[in-house]
Nanobody, 123 residues
Framework: QLHLVESGGGLVQPGGSLRLSCVIS????????IGWFRQAPGKEREGVSCISGNGDSTNVASSVKDRFTIARDNAKNTAYLQMSSLTPEDTGTYYC????????????????WGQGTQVNVSS
């Protein structure tokens, strides 16, 4: 059983940056890939980036490539999503999720989910 809590969202101007954090509580955190997803109002949830359990493999969606970077620190049981050059299209609720002993992917078939943190990009 894992518990995930996101933080770091907020209001930012276009072109700005934010770093989201996902604190993971539970046993065997290193056995879980972590994915970041987002859902904009009126749209389906989409995968943004994901990272393997030991951090040696990452995937980034084409829509955020070269702007978003995922990382994790298993010693701190925390995953991060560094977001830069934000645009209004990046507005939405951002979720982290954990996937047990499988390669990470962008389907929403993850085992555990956080409650989400809101990101608003607006001038």
């Amino acid at each position: 059983q894992l518990h995930l809590v996101e933080s770091g969202g907020g209001l930012v101007q276009p072109g700005g940056s934010l770093r989201l954090s996902c604190v993971i509580s539970g046993l065997g955190v290193q056995n879980y890939a972590i994915g970041w997803f987002r859902q904009a109002p009126g749209k389906e949830r989409e995968g943004v980036s994901c990272i393997s359990g030991n951090g040696d493999s990452t995937n980034v969606a084409s829509s955020v490539k070269d702007r978003f970077t995922i990382a994790r620190d298993n010693a701190k049981n925390t995953a991060y999503l560094q977001m830069s050059s934000l645009t209004p299209e990046d507005t939405g609720t951002y979720y982290c999720a954990a996937l047990f002993l499988l390669p990470c992917h962008f389907r929403d078939e993850y085992d555990y989910w956080g409650q989400g943190t809101q990101v608003n990009v607006s001038s």
